[in-house]
């Protein structure tokens, strides 16, 4: 018996301006391999209710109302993108006001300032003369540049995680959520506390979840390698978190054994809070506002458009996320998403995902598509060596769409990208938050000299020294 049709989604559908459409935009989640669709007034909705056990091969994607991209004139960009996010479609279908929305990012927001320094806020997008001169491009061509190294715990990460915490809130303030918290009080009663959150990541993303969840007084669980980075993990337990290293087990199954633990931990009843989609969709929620920001730059400058975007990938939601909410604002420029050679499964399953025609196709074959990388992961930039690009589907879906592809960079590249980007601007990004640009001088023969690019300085440099012609 022929199985009946699945609901398809387009993998080339741009948003279309619609002036009749009215906040908020977006109504439902559904997720890329099965079709299940989850209403976006469903609380704490972060993974496929056909996800069952220890099966990840879902992702719930956001599905909106087609909108033109504007913004209101506030310097939070949760706030001038509010009507675009879904948390806000979550918390207006459930009868939150659109004043107690406000107040609820400015609240949590004031918080997070009180323990990172900084509040969420627009970051710089500009052209970045110095590189673009170095690169070879012309006058009308060359490199923007998004420095996100002051953001929220120096790092694009705390985007993915701020709508997570407001869906989080929320749900608490609305009595949706399954634990108790006194209205207005950061934390849940001693007869019925929060579940602790959890995380499995050595880096920028464990630093954001850990600070984020240090501001709300919120548990955090964080699953580290054995050998984690001792700094790190003393940095994380000033944060608070209660730090869980993670040996591998002899009947551990492939794949990273810090993720198994953390799944073992959200199957026990503590709180996906990490940056993969398929562990918690309510991620690619947030993490499209670095998108919405640089489309709104794109919008306003002088043609030719913005050609190309090469964005670093480790578990692909930076890259899923950005692409989404650049492509927003009308401008198809091509993603090229970028793994070092040491460690590069997103390439691998472009590849095998090529004979199915769209991505989503795809994604019902995810076992065949995506696989652990076997070997063990390296690269100087060591941040994107996730064994698995766990929001693969979403990132091929928009390189498709888009006419990009994959760049897998070598680790000669990655070093020069790092010391270049000392040495032609001010921004002291990290050698992780640097990668993109290791992408671009690896496809540098493919690009024009007129095309204008975009890259993304990720995160700011903490322990690694400077490059050694630069140091002082």
Same mark, same amino acid.
């Given at each position: 018996?022929?199985?009946?049709?699945?609901?398809?989604?387009? #993998?080339?559908?741009?948003?279309?301006?619609?002036?009749?459409?009215?906040?908020?935009?977006?109504? =439902?989640?559904?997720?890329?391999?099965?079709?299940?669709?989850?209403?976006?007034?469903?609380?704490?909705?972060?993974?496929?209710? @056909?996800?069952?056990?220890?099966?990840?091969?879902?992702?719930?994607?956001? &599905? =909106?109302?087609?909108?033109?991209?504007?913004?209101?004139?506030?310097?939070?960009? %949760?706030?001038?993108?509010?009507?675009?996010?879904?948390?806000?479609?979550?918390?207006?279908?459930?009868?939150?006001?659109?004043?107690?929305?406000?107040?609820?990012?400015?609240?949590?927001?004031?918080?997070?300032?009180? !323990?990172?320094?900084?509040?969420?806020?627009?970051?710089?997008?500009?052209? /970045?003369?110095?590189?673009? #001169?170095?690169?070879?491009?012309?006058? @009308?061509?060359?490199?923007?540049?998004?420095?996100?190294?002051?953001?929220?715990?120096?790092?694009?990460?705390?985007?993915?995680?701020?709508?997570?915490?407001?869906?989080?809130?929320?749900?608490?303030?609305?009595?949706?959520?399954?634990?108790?918290?006194?209205?207005?009080?950061?934390?849940?009663?001693?007869?019925?506390?929060?579940?602790?959150?959890? $995380?499995?990541?050595?880096?920028?993303?464990?630093?954001?979840?850990?600070?984020?969840?240090?501001?709300?007084?919120?548990?955090?669980?964080?699953?580290?390698? &054995?050998?984690? #980075?001792?700094?790190?993990?003393?940095?994380?337990?000033?944060?608070?978190?209660?730090? !869980?290293?993670?040996?591998?087990?002899?009947?551990?199954?492939?794949?990273?054994?810090?993720?198994?633990?953390?799944?073992?931990?959200?199957?026990?009843?503590?709180?996906? %809070?990490?940056?993969?989609?398929?562990?918690?969709?309510?991620?690619?929620?947030?993490?499209?506002?670095?998108?919405?920001?640089?489309?709104?730059?794109?919008?306003?400058?002088?043609?030719?458009? $913005?050609?190309?975007?090469? !964005?670093?990938?480790?578990?692909?939601? %930076?890259?899923?996320?950005?692409?989404?909410? %650049?492509?927003?604002?009308?401008?198809?420029?091509?993603?090229?998403?970028?793994?070092?050679?040491?460690?590069?499964?997103?390439?691998?399953?472009?590849?095998?995902?090529? +004979?199915? +025609?769209?991505?989503?196709?795809?994604?019902?074959?995810?076992?065949?598509?995506?696989?652990?990388?076997?070997?063990?992961?390296?690269?100087?930039? #060591?941040?994107?060596?996730?064994?698995?690009?766990?929001?693969?589907?979403?990132?091929?879906? /928009?390189?498709? /769409?888009?006419?990009?592809?994959?760049?897998?960079?070598?680790? *000669?590249?990655?070093? &020069?990208?790092?010391?270049?980007?000392?040495?032609?601007?001010? $921004?002291?990004?990290?050698?992780?938050?640097?990668?993109?640009?290791?992408?671009?001088?690896?496809?540098?023969? *493919?690009? =024009?000299?007129?095309?204008?690019? /975009?890259?993304?300085?990720?995160?700011?440099?903490?322990?690694?020294? +400077?490059?050694?012609?630069?140091?002082?």
């Amino acid at each position: 018996v022929a199985a009946a049709p699945r609901p398809t989604m387009s #993998d080339s559908t741009l948003p279309r301006a619609n002036p009749r459409a009215k906040p908020p935009i977006v109504r =439902s989640l559904r997720c890329a391999a099965c079709g299940s669709r989850v209403d976006v007034k469903t609380p704490l909705s972060w993974r496929c209710p @056909n996800a069952k056990g220890n099966d990840r091969h879902h992702v719930l994607l956001i &599905e =909106s109302d087609v909108a033109p991209l504007r913004r209101t004139k506030h310097k939070n960009p %949760f706030i001038a993108f509010r009507r675009y996010l879904a948390w806000d479609a979550f918390a207006d279908a459930n009868g939150m006001s659109e004043d107690d929305r406000d107040a609820l990012i400015e609240e949590l927001d004031a918080k997070i300032a009180s !323990v990172a320094g900084t509040g969420f806020v627009f970051t710089p997008f500009a052209r /970045a003369d110095k590189l673009s #001169d170095a690169l070879g491009f012309s006058q @009308n061509g060359g490199v923007w540049v998004k420095d996100e190294t002051h953001n929220v715990a120096g790092s694009q990460k705390s985007r993915h995680l701020f709508t997570e915490l407001l869906h989080l809130v929320a749900a608490e303030r609305l009595g949706l959520a399954p634990w108790s918290s006194a209205s207005g009080s950061s934390s849940g009663t001693a007869t019925n506390p929060r579940p602790p959150l959890a $995380i499995a990541s050595c880096g920028n993303a464990a630093f954001a979840a850990s600070t984020l969840a240090h501001a709300l007084k919120w548990p955090i669980q964080v699953f580290v390698p &054995e050998h984690a #980075d001792a700094v790190l993990v003393q940095r994380l337990r000033d944060l608070g978190a209660d730090m !869980v290293h993670c040996p591998r087990r002899a009947d551990d199954p492939p794949g990273d054994p810090c993720v198994h633990r953390f799944r073992e931990a959200t199957r026990d009843g503590a709180i996906p %809070f990490g940056v993969q989609g398929p562990e918690n969709a309510w991620c690619l929620d947030g993490g499209r506002t670095i998108g919405w920001e640089m489309a709104y730059v794109a919008e306003h400058m002088e043609p030719p458009l $913005i050609a190309r975007l090469f !964005v670093q990938v480790g578990g692909g939601a %930076f890259a899923a996320s950005l692409a989404e909410g %650049f492509h927003a604002g009308g401008t198809r420029a091509a993603l090229h998403a970028v793994q070092a050679e040491g460690c590069a499964p997103l390439a691998r399953a472009w590849q095998a995902s090529s +004979k199915y +025609k769209t991505a989503i196709d795809a994604a019902t074959h995810w076992g065949e598509c995506m696989t652990p990388w076997s070997g063990t992961p390296t690269s100087f930039a #060591d941040g994107i060596l996730d064994d698995e690009t766990y929001d693969w589907v979403s990132v091929c879906r /928009a390189m498709r /769409a888009s006419g990009g592809w994959p760049v897998v960079a070598s680790e *000669r590249h990655v070093h &020069e990208a790092y010391e270049l980007a000392h040495r032609t601007t001010d $921004i002291d990004v990290s050698p992780t938050g640097a990668s993109g640009l290791a992408g671009l001088l690896a496809a540098r023969d *493919r690009v =024009s000299n007129d095309e204008r690019v /975009a890259i993304v300085f990720s995160g700011i440099r903490r322990e690694t020294p +400077k490059p050694l012609a630069l140091r002082a």
